[in-house]
């Protein structure tokens, strides 16, 4: 990659959610940051200039739940698939969980997925540590340990953490050291199935999962938190029930974020059609009401951001029968589109619809970046040149086999999105061309 150390956009409809800054302007780059919006210095020689008219300018997407199957899948050249994905995508910064082979739970293992990262110069990388050794919900990991070397919070994915005493211990130990717990809110014992519960899950046949399987996990996270002043960010939240929940605790004033997913945003449980396994998922689809309600609330700013839950799944395991197949789907190339696309659907502002996927979940990282918080989620002057110029009048088909990802299971398979990634720089370098 051709190093650029000064760049000039011209003429793109600069957007940045975190100041409000929306207006025709060039943007001038050098040395991988910011060096001046819309009043550029007579002076000023770019060694580049992208034109970008008609296009918008925005700050990079920050994307907090992307699995990138390392490590456990070097040989298949995993990272650089998912990390070429992202930034196709506009994906500047990526948060990924720790359930890989081998489990996030050793320093030396974060240290060595950040290096090979940052070797290939795309996007920026935030590991989860494990909240447990080997995510088996019996044994605190060495969170210091693993904060030192680079994780930004700690989770447990999707593996169940049944013992409340574990539970207990780890927000104490949390909230003394300052650490950010990742939960995805599901009762281990309530949570067994593979559809959600209702009438579609009942005619198929199928195990579901009721609602009140997020409900009493929210319950018991939030009752955590009051006793121990733990910082909490829930994880794709997918029912109007829990929603509800989260309303009230920050009305209470607990330290909790909240997420949902691209899934949930757009799709519900009649999207599973007749036992199609691309909409087997974690979370599972809900009713229609969840799904107007998540939608509500993240409009509201109740919910802090929206993820692609970009889970990369091989043919294999989806050609098994819905039960029995893997739960996930490909995302991060579609979290811009579905982003737009829910701003022109709902009525929400555009503004919003972009803030959701760049100063919220840079707000959600906040303390664990530390000094580097304002570096990411923002397009102002003195802060890192991390951007996304994408055509938002340009439409796109989404073919399975056209994706960047080695995932090629998505339930948008075949829908035409709006919005179209032209450019995806990552400190001043150009990480994407369409």
């Known amino acids: 990659m051709k190093t650029q150390q000064t760049m000039l956009i011209k003429g793109g409809r600069v957007i940045d959610p975190a100041s409000r800054f929306d207006e025709i302007a060039d943007v001038a780059l050098a040395n991988g940051a910011v060096l001046a919006i819309k009043n550029i210095a ?20 920050i994307d907090l739940a992307v699995r990138l199957r390392e490590p456990g899948h ?11 994905a992202a930034v196709c995508g506009g994906v500047t910064s990526l948060v990924c969980p720790p359930d890989t082979e081998p489990v996030l739970d050793e320093p030396g293992l974060v240290e060595m997925l950040r290096f090979r990262a940052e070797k290939l110069h795309q996007s920026r990388l935030y590991p989860l540590g494990a909240l447990t050794r080997n995510l088996a ?25 049944a013992n409340t005493q574990v539970m207990l211990r780890s927000f104490q130990y ?52 009051r006793a121990t002043d733990a910082r909490v960010h829930l994880c794709q939240l997918s029912s109007a ?3 509800a929940l989260v309303r009230h605790a920050k009305l209470d004033g607990l330290n909790v974020t909240c997420d949902i997913s691209i899934n949930s945003l757009h799709l519900c449980d009649t999207d599973i059609g007749y036992f199609d396994s691309r909409a087997r998922l974690n979370p599972p689809l809900r009713q229609q009401r969840d799904r107007d309600a998540l939608r509500a609330a993240l409009a509201d700013g109740t919910i802090d951001a929206l993820v692609s839950d970009h889970t990369p799944v091989d043919e294999d395991a989806k050609a098994l029968p819905f ?19 829910w701003s022109a659907d709902s009525g929400v502002s555009l503004a919003r619809a972009l803030e959701v996927i760049t100063h919220g979940p840079a707000t959600v990282l906040g303390t664990a970046l530390g000094s580097r918080q304002g570096r990411v989620g923002c397009l102002q002057v003195g802060g890192v040149a991390d951007l996304c110029i994408f055509d938002p009048k340009a439409t796109w088909t989404v073919q399975p086999d056209a994706l960047r990802s080695q995932g090629k299971h998505t339930p948008f398979s075949g829908y035409e999105l709006p919005a179209r990634v032209r450019y995806t720089l990552v400190g001043g370098q150009v990480a994407f061309q369409a």
């Open 42 to 61: 007579p002076d000023f020689q770019p060694s580049q200039i992208v034109d970008a008219s008609g296009c918008i300018v925005m700050p990079g997407l």
């Open 74 to 84: 070097e040989h298949e050249r995993m990272l650089e698939s998912e990390m070429a």
């Open 241 to 243: 029930a829990g929603v």
């Open 137 to 161: 919900g019996e044994t605190l990991a060495e969170m210091v340990e693993l904060s030192e070397a680079g994780c930004v919070g700690f989770s447990q994915a999707e593996a169940p953490l």
């Open 174 to 225: 949390a909230s003394t050291f300052g650490y950010t717990l990742w939960l995805r809110p599901q009762d281990f014992f309530l949570g067994q199935g593979v559809a959600a519960s209702g009438a579609l899950c009942t005619r198929l046949g199928l195990a579901g999962v009721p609602v009140a399987a997020e409900t009493i996990a929210l319950h018991t996270i939030f009752e955590l938190m």
């Open 323 to 341: 039960a029995e197949s893997e739960p996930g789907a490909t995302g991060v190339e579609l979290l811009l589109s579905l982003a737009f696309k």
